[in-house]
């Protein structure tokens, strides 16, 4: 490539640069200099692109992440412009952050970060069996001798400055690749449907392979369940906060979380605060030195806004706990912006709502949500432009300054013991001396018509989407093993009833899937859904097919056999990572079941009969009067031939959306 090459795209909605260089092969030997390189652009945190764009707000966001190959590697940086900024001034400011690394214009001690960093990253990886295949896999498939690819820490580690200008100044010259994405209708090609005869599949044939391996002998495993007091150890810090801690068995990586019960359906204003955290500092630090500080620490910090709960969370080096604590209390206790700051966010989120309201996959969920919860939907409860438009600095600063002094509940999973972590909290964690109640958790109901509606948002796309939802029955732990029986005979991924013979058998969904999904609190509702990707002109004989299945599910015992020994082999093989302890018990605890409640499952499981799942079936799937909602262009779809599977209402952007 030795010239700039452009295309460019239109597509309804944000638009978007990208930007490509062309580079080295993984295992040349400027591979490590070239992932240092792009860390330098962007590690979510105290990059160029991360500092010099993102929280000075010159773009909407902006980004950057490497391909590595055999034969070729390729860098790539991507911008979303604000509103009326234009897609070249983008680019521009994406090419200025490399050229300031070709210019050596960077602290050099952002190195030994990034190393630290990947060597975080690393041992994360190591954790998981899965991860220490794919290091492995990977290393096979680059044709790279093993100890070549656990050498790569060490050979990055000895990277310095002029080893980045060197590489920035070989690969990152005249010659690139530059894709626009553009704002505006797009010409839609017409697909006509052909016909397609209905494939009969037959479930119980085998290869003479799998015969042949199911045939082998092997020790049966046997399940591996949590023990409070040995796994974890529950105690209350205070009266008003209650301690989880877990110890790491492996290396000397720390998380730790708070958790608050208080949300956005408590405060709209919660996820606009969260926001503007991103771009704040302290009274000690700007916004820049904090990023970097964090980056130094190597940790990672985030806040996270749900519906009735929020989270903050912070992991990375347990030597660096105590700082990282005291950081984040120094954060939240005195998050320090400007009016400015806050103004320029106000128009990036407008513009961000605008664009929302251009994509299918957006007006999609924002369809399905509003047909489940009406007015309590996410998208119909949140702020309006013009109360945006009105927050005051000093409103979400205060906010964000009071949720830690509601009761909460501390999890940690590291190397320190329970008495040096009540130490280090002692030290660095500073708590009113009474903390304010959380309110009551609300319960959101469902939609639960007489007969079959079907929401319908007409947008000209050549693929129409479907949703499928009802329920009404609240959480009960004695659904969960007949429940997970059911999903693994009815949809079970590819092998699964619902995927054959929508897809595979008769060809009328991209994609589809059905699963029934508990509540998870022990007052939540729980709900069926399924979900699918078909050609518009499909759709009615597609969701004739999908409600079809659910009301008439097809029986074989040869199929409820492969799905008992499927769920009693995850039973069985899964295991759950220190990691994955603490959230494990917090969800068992916030269902009201015992810890653990598997060994009671597992035992259901084994003595469960094909009848069981058809009783579960008759009772809460067949029959039910179903929320269908569907987005896709009208023009297309057999509108009459889609009223036989219930009333059709179409619903508009205003009702979807209350922006």
Do not use: C
């Amino acid at each position: 490539i030795k010239k700039v090459e452009r295309v460019e795209v239109t597509f309804p909605g944000e638009e978007y640069v990208l930007l490509a260089f062309r580079t080295a092969a993984r295992t040349h030997k400027d591979a490590e200099a070239l992932s240092v390189l792009d860390m330098i652009l962007d590690n979510s945190t105290a990059g160029l692109i991360n500092l010099n764009i993102n929280q000075q707000q010159r773009a909407r966001s902006a980004g950057s992440y490497p391909w590595k190959h055999n034969d070729y590697g390729a860098q790539y940086l991507w911008g979303i412009p604000k509103q009326d900024q234009d897609l070249a001034e983008v680019e521009a400011l994406l090419l200025d952050q490399i050229e300031r690394i070709k210019n050596g214009q960077f602290d050099e001690s952002i190195i030994p970060a990034i190393v630290t960093d990947f060597k975080k990253s690393y041992k994360q990886r190591l954790e998981g069996n899965g991860p220490r295949v794919s290091l492995m896999r990977d290393s096979y498939l680059a044709f790279e001798k093993w100890e070549h690819t656990v050498g790569t820490l060490d050979r990055m580690a000895k990277l310095r400055k002029k080893d980045i200008v060197k590489v920035a100044k070989k690969y990152f010259k005249d010659g690139y690749v530059a894709g626009y994405r553009r704002d505006g209708q797009i010409d839609i090609p017409s697909i006509d449907k052909p016909p397609i005869d209905k494939i009969d599949i037959d479930p119980s044939r085998q290869s003479a392979f799998f015969s042949d391996v199911m045939a082998l002998d092997f020790e049966e495993i046997e399940p591996n369940y949590v023990v409070p007091g040995k796994d974890y150890t529950e105690l209350a810090y205070r009266s008003d906060v209650s301690l989880y801690h877990a110890q790491n068995p492996l290396n000397d990586l720390f998380s730790f979380s708070i958790s608050i019960d208080v949300g956005s359906l408590t405060d709209s204003r919660l996820p606009i605060a969260r926001e503007l955290l991103d771009k704040a500092g302290t009274p000690r630090l700007s916004a820049e030195a904090l990023k970097q500080k964090w980056y130094a620490l190597g940790t990672d910090f985030s806040l996270s806004i749900g519906d009735q709960r929020t989270t903050l969370s912070i992991s990375g080096l347990d030597e660096n706990f105590a700082a990282s604590l005291a950081l984040l209390g120094e954060l939240m206790r005195q998050p320090t912006t400007d009016a400015a700051t806050l103004d320029e966010l106000k128009n990036i989120i407008l513009t961000k709502r605008a664009d929302a309201q251009k994509d299918p996959r957006t007006i999609h969920q924002a369809l399905y949500r509003y047909h489940r919860l009406g007015d309590q939907s996410y998208y119909r409860r949140v702020l309006s432009n013009e109360e945006v438009t009105t927050l005051e600095l000093a409103e979400l600063t205060d906010l964000l300054r009071g949720l830690l002094d509601y009761e909460q509940t501390l999890s940690y999973t590291g190397t320190l013991s329970v008495e040096e972590l009540k130490s280090a909290l002692d030290a660095q964690y500073t708590l009113p001396e009474a903390l304010t109640a959380t309110p009551q958790r609300q319960v959101l109901a469902n939609n639960q018509p007489a007969e079959t509606q079907i929401y319908f948002f007409d947008k000209e796309t050549a693929q129409a989407q479907v949703r499928i939802e009802f329920g009404g029955i609240s959480y009960s732990a004695y659904l969960e093993p007949p429940a997970e029986l059911f999903n693994d005979y009815f949809y079970g991924g590819m092998a699964g009833i619902v995927f054959q013979e929508i897809r595979e058998a008769r060809a009328l969904a991209y994609s589809v899937g059905a699963l029934y999904i508990h509540g998870s609190e022990k007052n939540d509702y729980n709900l069926m859904i399924g979900a699918m990707g078909t050609q518009a002109d499909k759709t009615p004989e597609a969701v004739g097919a999908l409600v079809g299945l659910m009301d008439d599910m097809p029986v074989s015992q040869e199929r409820f056999a492969a799905a008992q020994a499927s769920v009693l082999n995850k039973y069985r093989t899964e295991r759950l990572g220190f990691r994955q302890v603490l959230g494990s018990v917090r969800s068992w605890e916030r269902k009201g079941v015992p810890i653990d409640p598997r060994p009671w499952r597992f035992e259901q499981i084994q003595n469960a009969q094909l009848e069981q799942v058809l009783e579960f079936h008759r009772e809460h799937i067949a029959g039910k009067p179903k929320l269908i909602s569907i987005t896709g262009d009208k023009n297309k779809i057999d509108m009459e031939a889609l009223g036989q599977h219930g009333k059709i209402i179409e619903v508009g952007i205003d009702e979807v959306f209350a922006f």
